[in-house]
């Protein structure tokens, strides 16, 4: 029997404790069940303890009261392989209470889904060393440390000290083969006897120091029956140290054939193996690089106002509503809004805009931007977890924590592969003893498979790419907040558009004046300007921006659904559509021309009238954005067809298609008809993106087979979305698929090599080419293999650091230089290329 006790959201009476009761009561498993309103919380005793929490969820969420849910993740030490991976993450599955858990291998974390209040980060770091290997829960709000670091210099010692110990015996064993006169010297000289203690003593050092990370997590697991790589390591390390230790003290037990040492093996091995996670933990520090600049971008303290003063207080004390001040040169701590102080704020690691934005009473500002040269004082509006940066960051740890479907074949594959080559090294030994020249051969076979067999190279296949990919995707403006989107995105076929700002810039602007004779641009400007001040209709905010020194009119009349009247400097103006200039009688002749060009291009006429004379027109359109064509080409070219969703009239929409070049078009779309509009498209064509901005597109961004939001990481966008382009370019979409396209073509080729590694060289470590050829694999060139094998891996996802952008700069790509990115990160080089 196990009892959860959770907490659970939306109850606001009695009636709503009662069914949020009965929901789980009636879930399978559940024995008893009771609901408390004023702690908000429930117990449960159920007959099962692992796989329930999802089911109660599921069981609140129907009745419309879920369940709350806590995320915690863990630094994981030990883990050297796939296997290790999924052994830590069906520990944590086992806990009540945990959702979902997966375990990063690239980055030696893990991330826990759990119902809040029902586990606790100690209970699940406990599980996780009941498992063999030693976790400690991340605080988010603590200072960035580097794990990969700390392994570094772990590894980096025990190598120092391994090397040293191991470089006698290496230097004395074969040198003496490669140079009889070495070997005749030591035997001379210390006697065989000695010299073969000195090399039990170097090497007894090696096994009991260094190489004691290996027993101390291989052996207990594979007492307990789930072998892992550590397994392997200190069981062929052994075999070759406890058959010489044998061949040394005990000769009489063996044939007079099979008298010989092979200390320098197992010392080499542990030294090249060590070597081997040392390049490893080297690579996979640089792997989340993305990940600890972001981090750092957040500053550790703060000056908040305490009193009649500012004190510098640690980040995690700060409360919303605290009043603090940001120096010149400062990064802002917190969200909040500017109370006192004017400035300019670098904000590129936002937006992607390398100029500075002036601040001024009431403006928003952001976690990790840069103050310019004033001193602000603002008030903190998001603390924590809840600031946009905060927010960022977690969306890139979510993407670069998840698993893709193409990692399920390496995940079964793993989970009997230490087993299976277990089984091949016996049935190895078994073999040559029976057909071989003798025992020693058998025992060379047999540790030179189990040493060159690597499932840590399968393991790291996918996770990597993804952690190099979407930390690269994140200095380039483009958040992945779902890992699974880099799959689905490398698959889709059409990209759909919203269009107002999306491939628009999202407001009206006055984009040519035509005046007839007798009136000048800048008098019918002015007119117009001060007819609309008091108007807060888009177009009206056009032409104020056109002519801001405008006069205050004397008189106002609106004219519903035909434009204003207005007097302005004694003369009264009319300002409208043509059908004003219906009602008033007034002639257009003059101006078919110029209203004929105007609808050609789907702008907005506005027609001018001065005294009873018809003076003018001007054009206002909303522009496109300067890299909306180029995107659309860019997509083109890819092999990826477009559409278009829009509101506006058809022939509005099908002039601006026209222009971007655009597929297809749906129009006259009211905004509840978007999502029917996208669900046409998948029928029709198959895996579809949909790209918005976030607000208004909110439900086909979250029904798309993968939603694209354009913005700066608002709330609506970083929920509903699969990937958030902060910058606020169009040419984001191409850079998605661009990262998704060139990480999935990596994470093939990375799998391809830890699978063929493993099917060519584990039969020629078991001897397959010796009755060809006579040779056998010396268990140390095996040991040599098997660490460049995962380093191999690494080295080709680091490949994708030097990714380069969707578009080039001067077609709406990253500038060179310029941290066009929401995170900041390695400036993207103008010389960048793809993978």
Not at 446 to 470: E, K, N, R
Not at 665 to 682: I, N, S, W, Y
Not at 734 to 739: E, K, S, Y
Request: net charge neutral; hydrophobic share 45%.
């Amino acid at each position: 029997m196990t009892d959860l006790r959770f907490e659970v959201t939306g109850l606001n009476c009695g009636a709503c404790a009662g069914r949020a009761q009965r929901a789980l009561e009636a879930a399978d498993g559940v024995t008893a069940a009771s609901v408390n309103l004023a702690t908000r919380t429930a117990q449960v005793s159920t007959q099962v303890s692992g796989g329930t929490a999802g089911t109660l969820q599921q069981a609140l969420r129907t009745a419309g009261y879920p369940a709350a849910e806590a995320r915690t993740r863990l630094d994981i030490e030990g883990m050297s392989c796939a296997s290790c991976a999924g052994r830590v993450e069906r520990a944590l599955l086992s806990v009540p209470g945990v959702l979902s858990a997966s375990v990063n291998l690239a980055s030696n974390t893990a991330e826990v889904q759990s119902l809040a209040g029902s586990t606790d980060p100690r209970d699940l770091a406990q599980k996780v060393a009941d498992a063999g290997y030693k976790a400690t829960p991340i605080d988010d709000d603590a200072p960035a440390r580097d794990p990969h670091a700390e392994e570094q210099a772990r590894l980096k010692r025990d190598l120092i000290l391994a090397g040293a110990l191991t470089l006698p015996v290496f230097l004395g064993e074969m040198g003496g083969h490669l140079f009889p006169p070495l070997h005749h010297w030591l035997t001379m000289t210390l006697g065989q006897t000695t010299w073969w203690a000195l090399q039990f003593v170097l090497t007894t050092l090696v096994l009991a120091g260094p190489g004691h990370r290996f027993y101390r997590i291989g052996l207990p697991l594979l007492f307990k029956g789930t072998p892992d790589m550590n397994s392997l390591v200190a069981l062929g390390t052994f075999a070759a140290w406890a058959y010489s230790t044998m061949a040394l003290f005990l000769p009489a037990l063996l044939p007079d054939t099979a008298v010989a040492v092979y200390f320098e093996a197992a010392a080499v091995i542990v030294t090249l193996i060590l070597l081997g996670r040392f390049l490893e933990a080297r690579a996979k520090g640089r792997t989340g690089a993305a990940i600890r600049h972001l981090v750092g971008l957040r500053p550790d303290t703060a000056q908040v106002r305490r009193g009649e003063g500012f004190v510098e207080t640690p980040l995690r004390e700060v409360q919303p509503g605290d009043i603090l001040m940001a120096r010149p040169g400062e990064r802002i701590a917190v969200d909040g809004i500017l109370v006192t102080g004017r400035s300019f704020v670098d904000e590129s690691m936002l937006t992607g805009e390398a100029a500075p934005v002036e601040k001024t009473g009431g403006a928003a500002l952001t976690a990790g931007t840069v103050n310019g040269n004033g001193t602000l004082t603002y008030r903190a509006e998001a603390v924590g977890r809840d600031t946009v940066l905060a927010r960022i960051i977690a969306m890139v740890e979510q993407a670069q924590s998840a698993k893709l479907p193409i990692q399920a074949l390496a995940d079964r594959v793993v989970l009997y592969f230490v087993p299976a080559v277990l089984a091949v090294a016996a049935l190895t030994t078994l073999v040559w003893l029976v057909f071989g020249p003798g025992l020693t051969f058998a025992l060379v076979a047999g540790v030179s498979v189990l040493i060159i067999a690597c499932p840590c190279a399968m393991g790291l296949a996918t996770p990597v790419s993804i952690m190099v990919g979407t930390g690269r995707a994140a200095e380039m403006g483009v958040l992945f907040r779902k890992g699974e989107a880099l799959q689905r995105l490398d698959a889709v076929r059409l990209v759909a558009f919203d269009k107002t700002g999306t491939l628009t810039e999202g407001r009206p602007e006055l984009t040519r004046t035509h005046v007839l004779p007798g009136f000048t641009e800048n008098e019918v400007l002015r007119l117009v300007a001060a007819a609309e001040r008091g108007s807060e209709h888009p177009i009206a905010q056009a032409v104020l921006r056109a002519a801001p020194d405008a006069p205050q009119p004397t008189s106002v009349e609106a004219l519903p659904g035909h434009g204003l009247s207005a007097k302005v400097d004694g003369r009264r103006v009319l300002v409208g559509a043509p059908r004003l200039m219906a009602r008033e009688g007034i002639s257009t002749a003059p101006l078919t021309e110029a209203l004929g060009s105007i609808a050609r291009e789907a702008q907005t006429p506005v027609l001018i009238a001065v005294d009873g004379v018809i003076a003018g027109v001007l054009a206002v359109a909303d522009r496109l954005k300067p890299d909306a064509r180029a995107a659309i080409s860019a997509l083109h070219a890819r092999g990826i067809r477009t559409a278009m969703i829009s509101g506006d009239a058809r022939p509005v929409a099908e002039a601006i298609a026209r222009e971007l070049g655009i597929d297809h078009v749906t129009a006259e779309v009211l905004p509840d008809g978007k999502l029917a509009a996208l669900r046409a498209l998948q029928k029709d064509h198959g895996l579809t993106a949909f790209v918005g901005d976030g607000i208004n597109d909110a439900p086909a961004l979250a029904a798309a087979d993968v939603g694209l939001a354009i913005g700066t990481g608002t709330d609506v966008a970083i929920q509903s979305a699969d990937v958030v382009m902060s910058a606020g370019r169009v040419a984001g979409v191409v850079t998605a698929l661009h990262v998704s396209r060139a990480t999935l073509r990596n994470i093939r080729q990375n799998l391809f090599w830890a699978f063929g590694y493993n099917v060519v060289l584990i039969p020629v470590a078991a001897g397959a080419l010796y009755p060809l050829t006579g040779t056998m694999l010396s268990p140390m060139l095996a040991a040599g293999a098997m660490a460049l094998s995962s380093v191999f891996v690494l080295t080709n996802a680091l490949r994708l650091k030097r990714l380069g952008p969707g578009l080039p700069p001067d077609q709406g790509g990253p500038h060179p230089g310029t941290p066009a990115r929401a995170p900041s990160g390695p400036k993207a080089s103008g010389n960048t290329q793809p993978v």
